[in-house]
Every structure is written in structure tokens, then in C-alpha cells.
């Protein structure tokens, strides 16, 4: 009940309305043209939560809250928030899924609405802002000059392997809708001159090519193993002779129960796509030598989709 009512708030965006000054209940309803009852109740709920302050009548967003969940904030983590909204109307389906009713085309993970495809893309950034540099440093990239990173979103992991590597050069590859969000996020980071953007759906067309080194970046998951097949293949035809494959996802004990945040996300798969769970080092393994790559090994295991398998072209 708890949770409902803090995403219920974030889908209405009143922690960014009550961040500038405190408002009535009536004037935030005037705001997001609201009911006035339910409205009230709700904002009382998030009050007593603590997500709120009440004061005299008013409400305001303490900045304590408001530091993480108004979305202009520097460290907001309010796009994942909204994800997980999305995600909550999902997992509502996971008895019937799981009792075998088909799920439905729309629900798929593939078939996103604007808004809902910006807040995925937003989450995902603020994900990989906190990961990205400790991933490249596991993958040591070292001599690489020219990475490409497959369904790269706004960038944070090409940012974080061109700071390591000043004298890398970068294609960044996603959807033309991503690829646009990603062209403000790196030209404000300054490194747009260093970064190519291509467009396109890896599911259907070909991989750039030219790179020693590609980034597949919590992708596998989505995918069926006969999907991930294919798009290894392409990945294997994007990198020259020597050049190697990063895929960063959860990689899964041989019986699926470790890592736990694996398991549970394997269900989150489930309710979200037609055929996507999370994969055994040797389902990767084998997949990634079925298309020609050699040397497979694991780089780490990690608990929170931060396990890293490396595999060579020869």
C-alpha cells in the first residue's frame, strides 16, 4: 500500500510541484486538475510517509526528498520511479503469465509510449551513472580505440570508457528516438565530438563495423536465447579480427537462484516480454561460441546485473 501511494505521487509529479513553496490541497488541485477528496487524502498519506511535510494547511517537499525526487534535481532518481510505476501495472499480470495466459502484444517491453519509453531510457541512465565506472575498470579496456556500444541509451558507459580511455573513439547505437535524448545528455557532457550516433533496431539491422571493442549492455536479458544468438552475430561482424565483446547483464548460478536480484528480474522478463530471462554463464558461453568467438570466460560474477562475460573474435 505504501509503495502505491509514493508511485502515485511520482506519477503526478507533486514532489516537483511542492519543492519551490508549500501549496494547499486545493491549490494543488486547481495545479493538476484533480479531485479535491482524493487528492487531499493522497497528500495527507504522503505526509504521513514522510515523503511530504503538512504545515499549516500546506504541503511542501522537504529537501531531503525533494534532492532525490523532483526532476530537475542534479541526483533525482525520480525516472526510475516512474518505471517502476510502469512496471507495477506488469507484474499485476504475473498469475495469470504465470498460470500460462499469453501476454498481451501491448505489454510487451518492446512496445513503449513516448512517456513511457523516457522514463525507461532515464532509469536506465540513472542505473549506469552508478555502475558505469566500475565496470570499466573491471573490463580494463586498455589498448581499445574504438568501442561500440550496442543499445547504448544517453550514454553513461561510452562516457565512462572515453574518460578511461582518451585516445577512444566511440559509435553509440540505439533506437532514433534514444538517440536523440542521447545527443543533449553527451553534447552537454562535452563529448559529442568523440562519439558517433547511429540509429537504428538491432534486431533488424547490421551493426556498424570497425571496432575492437563492443559493449552489450543489459540487453540479453530481454531476449530469447535464439535472439541473443543473432545479435551476437552481429556483434561478431561489427569487430575486427582480435577485437572483443563485453556483455554486461546478471549472469546466472548453474541453477538459476543466484544472484537473488537475477532471480527476481528473471520475472520481471516474465511479465514484460515474449520470450526474455535472465542466462547461466554457460547459456552465454555457448551462445557467444556458436557465432565464432573464442577465450569466453567470466570477468565477474556480480549481484546486481554487474556480472561481465569477455569473448574474443580471432
Known amino acids: 500500500m505504501e509503495s502505491r501511494i509514493f508511485l502515485t505521487g511520482a506519477e503526478m509529479d507533486l ?9 494547499s490541497a486545493r491549490e494543488i488541485a486547481e495545479k493538476k486538475n484533480a479531485d479535491l477528496r482524493g487528492l487531499t487524502i493522497l497528500l495527507d498519506a504522503l505526509a504521513a510517509l514522510g515523503l511530504v511535510a503538512k504545515e499549516a494547511g500546506k504541503y511542501h517537499c522537504p529537501p531531503s526528498v525533494s534532492s532525490f525526487l523532483c526532476q530537475d534535481a542534479p541526483s533525482s532518481i525520480l525516472p526510475m520511479v516512474l518505471h517502476m510505476a510502469h512496471l507495477w501495472k506488469r507484474w499485476s499480470a504475473l498469475t495469470d503469465v504465470a498460470e500460462g495466459m499469453s501476454l498481451p502484444e501491448k505489454a510487451s517491453a518492446f512496445h513503449r509510449d513516448e512517456g513511457e519509453l523516457r522514463a525507461f531510457i532515464g532509469a536506465m541512465h540513472v542505473i549506469a551513472e552508478s555502475l558505469a565506472h566500475r565496470v570499466v575498470a573491471a573490463v580494463a579496456p586498455g589498448s581499445s580505440r574504438a568501442l561500440l556500444d550496442v543499445g547504448g541509451a544517453m550514454g553513461a558507459y561510452t562516457m565512462a570508457f572515453l574518460k578511461a580511455v582518451p585516445e577512444m573513439r566511440a559509435t553509440l547505437f540505439d533506437r532514433p528516438s534514444v538517440i536523440e535524448m542521447a545527443r543533449n ?121 554487474d556480472g561481465l562475460v569477455e569473448a574474443f573474435k580471432p
Open 15 to 23: 514532489f516537483t510541484l511542492l519543492t519551490p513553496a508549500p501549496l
Open 185 to 305: 545528455r553527451l553534447a552537454d557532457a562535452g563529448f559529442l565530438e568523440r562519439i558517433t550516433l547511429k540509429s537504428g533496431d538491432f534486431y533488424r539491422d547490421p551493426l556498424p563495423g570497425g571496432h575492437d571493442l563492443a559493449l552489450v549492455s543489459a540487453i540479453i536479458h530481454q531476449n530469447s536465447l535464439d535472439q541473443n544468438v543473432a545479435l551476437f552475430a552481429k556483434v561478431f561482424g561489427a569487430l575486427i579480427s582480435g577485437g572483443r565483446i563485453i556483455v554486461r547483464d546478471h549472469i546466472m548460478s548453474a541453477d538459476r537462484t543466484r544472484p537473488r536480484d537475477g532471480a527476481i528480474f528473471a520475472v520481471n522478463m516474465l511479465v514484460a516480454t515474449p520470450g526474455g530471462a535472465t542466462y547461466t554463464f554457460e547459456e552465454v558461453r555457448q551462445a557467444l561460441i556458436e557465432v565464432g568467438f573464442v577465450r569466453v570466460r567470466l570477468i565477474q560474477a556480480g549481484e546486481h546485473m
